[in-house]
């Protein structure tokens, strides 16, 4: 097992910053975060915390920090559904709802869906049951044949779209499951064609063909600020929008804002 301040020195070299920056950033003087990092000072829970907020360390690394340094684990990890948590989730649901008739979804760190909105249920009727045994994962859906990838007309830039957050996810966490899910779907193929380029300079539109239709979408990503639990610290809200009249009159269409309508 890897010592503190060896884990220390891995977080700040992957963050690109030097002794004498983290030492500006946590209040504390360079030769102190050296005598962390070689173990010739044996810091304290707090120093261990203070050290991995200036650094971005996600909280469940956080924990492992502690536990490198002989303390207990500072943050829970709780489900979504219980306990202290379910006031989150009654918010987050409430969100969900107040954004249709358009598409809003919840995912974990390892893109797996743990919650949809009603308007959500329109797409996933036309994807392969199979794909939808829990865990679903937004990746594996999106870019699956028989699951979204058949409707996505534009499938090269929505993969690459994920590439790059999953990059960036391992950039700042490496994570075996994330790792392997971005070898399965997402890793480039020294064969495929370029990326070609988007129509549009402000935001890569999602592109879907449904009943005749192209939807153009776009979507913006929500989390938790300043979390002190594992679970909201890895969870996104991802709600989609249409990018043009045409797709916003597709979910203004009774027919298909049903889906997204409580049942009375």
């Known amino acids: 097992m890897r010592t503190v301040g060896e884990l220390v020195r891995q977080w700040r070299n992957r963050r690109g910053l030097s002794q004498l920056a983290l030492a500006l950033a946590a209040g504390v003087s360079p030769r102190h975060v050296s005598l962390v990092e070689t173990g010739k000072s044996h810091p304290s829970a707090e120093m261990i915390l203070r050290l991995a907020k200036c650094l971005d360390v996600p909280l469940r690394d956080r924990n492992q920090l502690l536990l490198a ?6 943050y829970a990890e709780r489900p979504l559904d219980v306990g202290a948590l379910s006031a989150v989730r009654d918010a987050v649901a409430r969100v969900l709802r107040a954004h249709e008739p358009y598409p809003a979804l919840v995912f974990d760190r390892h893109w797996n869906i743990l919650m949809t909105n009603r308007a ?6 036309r994807v392969a049951p ?12 999106g870019l699956h044949p028989r699951g ?12 690459a779209a994920f590439r790059a957050r999953v990059r ?31 129509e549009s300079d402000v935001v890569i539109p999602m592109i879907i063909r449904i009943e ?12 938790f600020g300043t979390p002190m639990d594992i679970t909201l610290d890895e969870i996104a809200i991802e709600s989609y929008y249409p990018a043009d009249d045409e797709s916003a009159a597709y979910f203004a269409d009774p ?4 889906f997204a309508v409580e049942p009375s």
């Not at 959500?120 to 009727?125: Q, S």
């Not at 939807?215 to 989390?223: A, E, K, N, P």
Request: proline content about 11%; glycine content about 4%.
């Open 130 to 141: 199979d794909l939808l045994r829990p865990p679903v994962n937004l990746v594996r859906l």
């Open 120 to 125: 959500v249920d329109h797409f996933l009727a």
């Open 148 to 159: 979204l990838g058949s409707l996505v007309v534009n499938l090269a830039d929505v993969r």
């Open 212 to 223: 005749g239709r192209e939807l153009r979408l776009f979507s913006t990503i929500t989390t």
């Open 69 to 74: 340094a002989g303390f207990a684990p500072r």
């Open 255 to 258: 027919a298909v804002s049903a």
């Open 168 to 198: 960036r996810q391992l950039a700042t966490a490496p994570d075996a499951e994330l790792l392997a899910l971005y070898e399965e779907l997402l890793a480039p193929d020294p064969e495929e064609p370029p990326t070609p380029t988007v």
